[in-house]
């Protein structure tokens, strides 16, 4: 039963590993696209945030 409690917790810190190595690459990639757009590519207008419901 303790083995079976290590795999699995083993297997659930390999996941969160993974996740955390997804999410970073993602990010890296998310910051170079920002870098490469210009202002207006990426500045929210009145109607950006009317569908966010911001305003």
């Known amino acids: 039963m303790c083995y079976k409690?290590?795999?699995a917790e083993k297997e659930a810190e390999?996941?969160?590993a993974r996740?955390?190595?997804d999410i970073f690459d993602i990010s890296k990639q998310n910051l170079k696209d920002w870098s490469s757009m210009t202002?207006?590519?990426y500045?929210?207008?009145e109607d950006d945030l009317g569908d966010f419901n911001i305003i």
């Open 19 to 21: 996740r955390t190595r």
């Open 43 to 45: 500045t929210l207008t």
């Open 14 to 16: 390999d996941l969160i």
């Open 39 to 41: 202002r207006s590519q």
């Open 5 to 7: 409690y290590h795999l």
